[in-house]
Structure formats: structure tokens, C-alpha cells
């Protein structure tokens, strides 16, 4: 029970992190390699406020979602006027920039050992809180203008410019969400998982969480939630081949994208309400 | 002092040529980030590596290192055709949006690095020593060491062929086309299929080198192939789409990376190409050859 709990945490955690990309990749059509490290400067900014200043933990989390806010304008600003390629490029060099970062700050972050000795605060029902609000605000902008200028980015972007969109502005301000998203996720993963290191913020985690966008399909936000679950529940419960079990992954994922390119659920999304009823049912199940 | 710092570069640049090349020799023609040319990189290094442990019993030096190299680089075109077969081919077919190869590279590269796992552990292994660890000493105060020179050597000899063959052959004629405007060179009557096999073919062979090369430098493990990311960088900085650009790239790279450890160390030195990576892309938004594949307008 104690390690279904552990696994649906980090699920929740991680559905988070998705969602930002989501956002970023899904519907704006930009790949960021740089998203996990707003997972980092999340974590660490709240740890080392709260246990080296002894802020108060919600002043240490809402100082964490800021530094992520003022590090997506810092990376957004210049790179949102840039072709995607270069984006995916500059958002590459910024998430490896801040692991350098931390790991070089020893006498603050702890280094390439990691910063140990945070205490848990955070509980199974405070990340369920946390994914369904962030679900609300996903769901709400995928449904609002900006969602829908999102998309017509993302098909044409000549197009949607020569329809009087701002894409500048519509990139930045997706990217902030996301980034302000994702850097509270780092502050959950934290206080759970009491240790961070460096090292778990690559840009491999980024494109991990690229691929679950696309296997549930990409015009799908339901689809990102459902994969979410499968591809990092999956490898927990295929844990008993622990050596093959990223490889089945991978060939699942090969599959999904040679035999059924649109993704799990294609353009489909289960409603709202049903889709709350249906995470209620699952986090109530044993 | 800065003239040796100056060769170390180039001699560090001419690895990241490899891998950029082979980069660039794909975007060219589909038009899309290959991140499994860093997969492949991890696993022809180990079969460079399988192939000296066999061949160390009957040949030494030269003739041992360029069978190494000679292994690696056929495996690795081989490897490419079979990534190309599995991962793109079926996209290709069904007229897959470029995002769709982004994916399935990355998946495929992890596929690839998880293998070696799976049958060769993740234990770090080096190459049997090739060469002695010979200097030679220039005007006194210079020094190369030969591996170094080797490595200069040998890449550099592997783009040469590689652009001979891009610039002087038939087939090599094809890519370009083909990396030009593929409707219009299928309707001259080349075979898409094969012209892509054959750039993948050539962009493995590139990578099987630069495998032997990056895990002569830096030991044997499988997430070597993340070394690709320079590959990335360099051609960016080049020009997406352009072989002489990431050339040039490449070498620049490798000149400012190896002046930043110096002056900085190794741990910060990210940051510092970050930062100037950010301040060249807004200064020189196209790369240094100023030439990039249109997205359709």
C-alpha cells in the first residue's frame, strides 16, 4: 500500500511536469530540453530557502515558483523570436547551464552529492490537490483563446501570424505557465523525496517527458494524463525485469509511434467532469 | 600558451566535426534532429572496442587501431541502416509530421544505450593503449601529443572522403538532391528509399569513427553517445542543414571549450557556452553560413 502511495506521488509529480510540456510541446508545438531543469531550480531554491534561511515553507515554495518565473523570462525573452530548432537548442544549453550551475555552488547545493536532510512535507493528498489544479489551468487555456492561437501556432506559424496572432507573445506567455508549473512540481518532488542531486535533471527527464506527450497523442490532453501514468507507473510495476525494463519501453513507444503516429487517443479527450470522477475512482481504489 | 591551447581545440573540434557531420548529413535530408546518431555512437564504440580486444593478439599499433576504427565505422553504417529500417522508415511512408522523427530518434538513441546495459553492463571499460604516450615537442615550448595528432589525422581523413563522396560521386549527388527538394528528385527517377539509406549509411559510418574516437578520450560507457549534444551544438552554431558550417562549427567549439576549461575549469565552462551560444543566436540568427533549410512558407 505504502509503495502503490510512493509510485502514485512520483506519478503525480511527474503528471505535472508533463502537463507543462504539454503545454510547451503539445499545443505550441516547441521542444524544450531545458523543462526538467525548472524541476531543479524548484527543488533547490525551496530546500536551500527553507532549510539554510529556516523560511517558512510557503514562502520557500512561492520563492521557488518565482526564480522559475524570472528564469523562464531570462531563457523566453530572447529565444521565443528564434526558429524551433534553435529554441530546442538554447532551452538544451540553459538546462545543462543550471545542472553546471548547482553543481559547481558546493557550499550551498551540496555539489554533484546532493543536497540530503530536507525534511517531508509533502503528502499524497496535497500532490492529488496540486495535479488537479493544475489540470483546471491546462485545461481551462487549452480551451481559451490562447489555447486555441496555440494550436494554430503550432500547425502554421506564417499562418497564424498573418492572422493578426502575436505569436512572440503567445510563446513566452505559454512557456512562463509552464515553467511557473513545472518549478512547483520541483518544490513537491523535494519535500518528498527528501534528496536531490543534480544529476536528476537532464535533459533526458525532458525528453522523457516529451515522449509521454506524444504517445498519448498529441492533440490529447487526456491522452498525456492516461500516458503519464502508464509509462512512469510501468516501469515501477516491470521492475522485476529492472535490467530490460527501459528497453520494453522504448520498443511500446517505437510501437505506438510507427503503428499509431497519432498517439493513444488521437484527437479524443474525455470531458472534464468525467475525467475527475475517473482519478477520484483510481486514487480511491486500493 | 595559447597557440598549444589552440591545437588542443582543433584536435577536440575534429572529434566534434565527426559527430556533427553525421548530424548534419541527416537534418539535411529529412529535415529533423537525429538523436540516435548518439545511441549509435555508444554502441560502435563497443564494437570497436570488441574488435581490438579480438584483433589485439595479432596486430599492434597502426594496423590494430585503423582495424578498430575500420570495424566501428562498417557496424555503425550497418547499425544506421537497420535505426533508419525500424525507426523512420514507416514514418517516412506515411508522410509523418518532422516532430514524429524527433520522438522516435530520441526513443531509439535510449533504446540503443539501454542495450549496451542490458549485455555489457554500465562498468566504464577503455581501449587497449594504441599508441605509446609519445610528444613531440615543437619550438621548445610546444607540445602535441600523438594521440592527439592521430585523432587530427584520421577525422580529418574521414571528412575528406566523406565530402569527396558528397561532392564527386553519383550517389553523393542524389543527397544533395534529394536533401534539396525530395519531390523533384523523385520525380527524376531516384529512389527516395535508397538515397536515404545511403545518407544514413554515411552518417553511421562518420559515427562509428567518432564512437572509437570519444571512447579513446573518455572511456567506454554507454551513455557516451550523450556526447552528441556537441555534435547539436556545433552544427546549430554552423547552420542547420549545412556540412561546412557544422564543420566550422565544430572546430570552433572545440577551440572555445578547451580556452574556457582553461580559464574557468571544467565545471563552469557550461555556462559560459551557454551564455555565448545565447549571445551568437541572437547576433547571427541563421549560424555562421547564413544558409538554412526554409521551413515551408
Known sequence: MEYLLSTLTFTGIALIGVLGTYMVTGLTGLFSFGQAAFLAIG?????????????????????????????????????????????????????????????????????????????????FPLVFIS???????????????????????????????????????????????????????????????????????????????????????????????????????????????????????????????????????????????????????????? | MTLQLLINGISLGSVYALVAVGFALIFNILKFSNFSHGGLMSVTAYIGYVASIFLVRYIHALPLFVATLLAAALGGGLLALVVERVA?????????????????????????????????????????????????????????????????????????????????????????????????????????????AAAFFASGVMGGVAGVFLGINYTLYPQLGQLIVKGFVASVIGGLGSISGALIGAVLLGVVEIILIDLVGAGWSPVFIFVIMLIFLLLRPRGISGLIVQEKA
Open chain 2, 88 to 196: 523512420f522508415r514507416r514514418l517516412r511512408e506515411s508522410g509523418s509530421s518532422v516532430i514524429y522523427y524527433f520522438i522516435s530518434s530520441i526513443t531509439m538513441g535510449i533504446l540503443m544505450e539501454n542495450s549496451i546495459t542490458i549485455f555489457a553492463s554500465s562498468n566504464f571499460y577503455s581501449y587497449p593503449p594504441f599508441f605509446p604516450a609519445w610528444t613531440i615537442r615543437l619550438f621548445g615550448a610546444l607540445t602535441i601529443a600523438v594521440p592527439d595528432l592521430l585523432t587530427l589525422c584520421f577525422s580529418a581523413s574521414a571528412l575528406v572522403i566523406l565530402l569527396v563522396v558528397l561532392f564527386r560521386t553519383k550517389i553523393g549527388l542524389a543527397i544533395r538532391c534529394t536533401s534539396f527538394d525530395t519531390g523533384t528528385a523523385k520525380l527524376m527517377g531516384m529512389d527516395p528509399n535508397r538515397v536515404v
Open chain 1, 43 to 123: 527543488a533547490y531554491v525551496s530546500a536551500v530557502l527553507f532549510k539554510n534561511l529556516g523560511l517558512p515553507l510557503p514562502l520557500a515554495a512561492l520563492a521557488a515558483v518565482l526564480v522559475g518565473l524570472a528564469a523562464g523570462l531570462l531563457v523566453g525573452l530572447p529565444t521565443v523570436r528564434l526558429r524551433r530548432d534553435y529554441i530546442s537548442l538554447v532551452t538544451f544549453g540553459f538546462g545543462e547551464a543550471i545542472i553546471a550551475v548547482l553543481n559547481n555552488t558546493t557550499n550551498i547545493t551540496g555539489g554533484a552529492m546532493g543536497l540530503s536532510g530536507v525534511p517531508q512535507h509533502t503528502s
Open chain 1, 131 to 286: 495535479v488537479v489544479v493544475c489540470l483546471a489551468v491546462v485545461v481551462s487555456y487549452k480551451n481559451s483563446k490562447y489555447g486555441r492561437q496555440c494550436l494554430a501556432l503550432r500547425n502554421d506559424e506564417l499562418a497564424a501570424k498573418s492572422m493578426g496572432i502575436n505569436v512572440e507573445r503567445l510563446k513566452l506567455i505559454t512557456f512562463l505557465i509552464a515553467s511557473v508549473m513545472t518549478s512547483f512540481a520541483g518544490v513537491l518532488y523535494v519535500f518528498y523525496t527528501t534528496y536531490v542531486e543534480p544529476g536528476a535533471f537532464g535533459w533526458v527527464v525532458s525528453a522523457e517527458w516529451m515522449i509521454i506527450v506524444f504517445v498519448g497523442g498529441v492533440n490529447s490532453l487526456t491522452g498525456a494524463v492516461v500516458s503519464t501514468v502508464l509509462l512512469t507507473g510501468l516501469p515501477e510495476f516491470l521492475r522485476f525485469a529492472s535490467e530490460w525494463r527501459i528497453a520494453i519501453y522504448c520498443v511500446i513507444v517505437l510501437l505506438i509511434l510507427n503503428f499509431r503516429p497519432s498517439g493513444m487517443f488521437g484527437q479524443h479527450e474525455i470531458s472534464l467532469s468525467f475525467l475527475r470522477r475517473l482519478v477520484r475512482k483510481g486514487a480511491k481504489a486500493p
